[in-house]
């Protein structure tokens, strides 16, 4: 049977466990909550998950947990792996809050179709966010400063019928998707919003731009980037940190090509593989050890 168990502080503990009263309501929003992709045990650019989850806790004041360090942390996945039977791939959300003696840390998997970030040829359908808008903080770029307003406009985007919804931020320009950010395509230039534009930077991000290199795009970052820059693309995509790359088939009433998308996409998928592959045979059977 697959699931049953979270991991807190490095211990097993059943799905069923209370963990929480409400008097921890409190720190349990004053924290860092972030999901990332696992396959055959192995985190997908683990470092890259990880140094963002670091940089998080900086931004946000809050201490690295005790002894949790970069081994550490691909380990407490497998063990979770390994205990919940997901030995294919995962969705895997790490929760990091203040605690009463330093920060403590919860995971959660559940099951995902696998295929190392899968390429979807058929595209998505989104619009603007109208009801809300991305405030300034010091931590725009992270999880905690969008938590409030991706609930809301995910409540939005059902009524909708929409899969998903761009996000504007306080000047009216375009900042992020929920969970997420985008990226679009215009000639042969491949365009994504600057961290000055006040969103949510996933942490695959800076992967995601070499991928669009790669497949010959010159890359540039804007901190304005107004609704007629999307309506006016080529194409334009998604970005996810545990779905990679999500082409989108309309914005509104505009519809858009995919060709350089897939091409982006395809990329993704295939870097990721490769460093499934190249993990050499010892450390990966080191993490798929039950005893971790």
Not at 12 to 24: H, I, N, Q
Request: overall charge negative.
């Amino acid at each position: 049977m697959k699931g049953g168990f979270n991991l807190f502080n490095g211990k097993f503990l059943r799905e069923s466990e209370a963990l929480f009263t409400g008097k921890d309501l409190k720190r349990l929003n004053g924290g860092i909550c972030e999901s990332f992709r696992a396959e055959y045990n192995l985190v997908m650019f683990a470092r890259a998950n990880y140094d963002y989850l670091i940089d998080s806790l900086t931004e946000i004041r809050l201490p690295v947990p005790e002894e949790w360090n970069f081994p550490r942390f691909t380990k407490d996945v497998s063990r979770l792996l390994n205990k919940n039977h997901l030995y294919l791939a995962a969705k895997v959300t790490i929760h990091l809050i203040p605690g009463i003696s330093g920060t403590e840390y919860l995971m959660k998997a559940e099951e995902i179709p696998g295929g190392f970030f899968p390429v979807k040829e058929g595209g998505v359908l989104i619009d603007f966010y109208e009801e809300g808008a991305k405030s300034s903080s010091s931590y725009n770029a992270f999880e905690p400063s969008s938590r409030i307003l991706w609930a809301t406009a995910t409540r939005t985007a059902n009524s909708l019928s929409r899969h998903n919804l761009i996000l504007l931020n306080n000047k009216g320009f375009a900042c992020e998707s929920i969970e997420g950010t985008f990226g679009y395509l215009l000639d042969q230039t491949a365009v994504f919003p600057d961290r000055e534009a006040q969103g949510y930077s996933p942490p695959i991000l800076n992967v995601v731009k070499g991928c669009a290199e790669a497949c010959g795009f010159n890359i540039e970052d804007r901190k304005e980037v107004k609704r007629e820059d999307l309506l006016n693309a080529d194409e334009l995509f998604l970005i996810n940190n545990f779905t990679g790359i999500q082409p989108v088939l309309g914005l509104y009433a505009r519809r858009y090509y995919t060709t350089g998308t897939v091409a982006i996409a395809v990329m993704l998928r295939e870097l990721a593989r490769e460093q499934h592959l190249s993990t050499p045979v010892t450390d990966r059977d080191l993490l798929k050890d039950p005893l971790w």
